[in-house]
């Protein structure tokens, strides 16, 4: 019952895909066939020729303008980005969508025809990276990460706070899933899924902040968002495990994957516990002692 109900998901999904595509001019049907069914990893030149290039200029880049355009900004006024900011955060909105829905739906697949929990978490046989549309989302999702750093310009143009777990999540999340994709690293595929998933959410609330609508669940939203990482160290430490036990779990450099995995997700934990602390528990105690003293000193002056 299983397999059949993932055949019968494969094929709607890639009928609906393939329909969509006919309707496009034959040679922008062709490529865009190409590029989404039959993708491989070997296909995508930028990340076998120039491995880690793109990645550490990046970051060195993003880390200049993190430093030294507040400096710049700061005789300046804030740019009036009243339509761009909305618009930028509705289009990663709507990015981090596809990208959960993309990746969800092979991974549920493989859920469905998977025997066991290391046979679904290691892919031994190297199926989620064989040539197909899970190929484009995966490199897709490696690429919005350089996208999401137009989250910092925004901000920076705006003169608003560039906190350190913004900036830090932003350069070690690109850092990490370049080498995840480059070394084949199969928790890559939950680690993303989870993330486009939360993103989802994420900005979503951001673009109707924007618009200053802003949803009053950004306390859930953070509580989620530190769940991701909990989540994400029991991924990691669940394939070393089966790794350890010679249940299939292996790919490139995995005790680096795994280190830096677990160090990433863990750090990101105390930060995101730290954030949730200080904006939602911090600031309703001090609200609670600064009530508490007025209401003394109103008493002592009757």
Not at 7 to 12: A, D, E, G, Y
Request: hydrophobic share 45%; charged share 20%; net charge positive.
């Amino acid at each position: 019952m299983r397999k059949e109900l993932a055949l019968w998901l494969s094929r709607q999904t890639e009928e609906s895909i393939s329909h969509f595509l006919s309707s496009l001019p034959e040679k922008a049907r062709q490529w865009a066939t190409s590029l989404y069914f039959k993708l491989s990893m070997e296909d995508v030149t930028i990340l076998r020729d120039y491995t880690f290039s793109l990645p550490i200029i990046s970051i060195a880049a993003y880390l200049i303008f993190v430093f030294v355009a507040p400096k710049w900004m700061s005789n300046r006024k804030p740019f009036k980005l009243d339509k761009i900011y909305p618009a930028w955060n509705f289009f990663l909105w709507i990015v981090s969508l596809a990208l959960f829905i993309g990746s969800f739906l092979p991974m549920s697949l493989r859920a469905l025809n998977s025997s066991s929990v290391a046979e679904y978490l290691c892919d031994p046989h190297e199926e989620m990276w064989q040539p197909g549309s899970q190929i484009f989302w995966i490199h897709l999702f490696a690429y919005s990460k350089y996208f999401e750093l137009g989250d910092t310009v925004l901000l920076i143009l705006r003169k608003k706070e560039v906190l350190f777990l913004h900036w830090y999540h932003h350069i070690t999340v690109l850092a990490y899933t370049w080498m995840a994709v480059y070394t084949r690293n199969d928790t890559g595929w939950y680690h993303g899924c989870l993330n486009a998933l939360v993103h989802s959410f994420m900005y979503y609330y951001y673009w109707r902040a924007s618009l200053k609508k802003t949803p009053k669940w950004g306390k859930f939203l953070t509580m989620f968002q530190t769940v991701q990482m909990v989540i994400g160290i029991a991924i990691t430490t669940l394939y070393f495990y089966f790794h350890y036990t010679d249940m299939g779990c292996t790919c490139d450099h995995i005790e680096v994957n795994v280190i830096s995995s677990i160090a990433m997700y863990g750090s990101y934990f105390i930060l995101f516990a730290l954030f949730y602390y200080q904006r939602y528990v911090g600031r309703k105690e001090a609200a609670k002692k600064k009530a508490s003293e007025e209401a003394k000193a109103k008493t002592k002056a009757e």
